[in-house]
């Protein structure tokens, strides 16, 4: 059974840099995607980067690229994502989601994604 475990998140200020990690495991079919998607409140989930297994293709929101990084350890079967220049807009929770597949990967947003917990806070205010 798929396994998600996030960690990290918390107050940080506006400029600051923060890094959530998580671990994946379970996994039935031969790739997946995993990354990070986000939900402010009153506002529907979104992604904000996730990486793809088959050939380590990444993606990024506009609204991120060029502060985020998202990289993976397959040894651990963990995934980070490194932030920068953390933004107020940024103040969120934060889920790690997971989407398999066998051949092709086709990105319909976070409802083709497996989502397990609650998901971790990040608070970017002064």
């Known amino acids: 059974q798929l396994q998600i475990v996030e960690s990290g998140g918390g107050l940080v200020q506006p400029g600051g840099s923060m890094q959530l990690s998580c671990v994946a495991s379970?996994?039935?079919?031969?790739?997946?995607?995993i990354g990070w998607f986000r939900q402010a409140p009153g506002k529907l989930r979104e992604g904000v980067s996730f990486i793809k297994t088959s050939d380590g293709s990444i993606f990024y929101d506009s609204h991120v690229r060029g502060r985020f990084t998202i990289s993976r350890d397959a040894a651990k079967n963990t995934v980070y994502l490194q932030m920068h220049n953390l933004e107020p807009e940024d103040t969120g929770v934060y889920f790690c989601g997971v989407q398999e597949y066998s051949n092709d990967f086709v990105y319909t947003g976070p409802s083709g994604f497996t989502f397990r917990g609650q998901g971790t806070q990040i608070t970017v205010s002064s």
């Open positions: 379970g996994f039935a079919l031969p790739y997946h995607a």
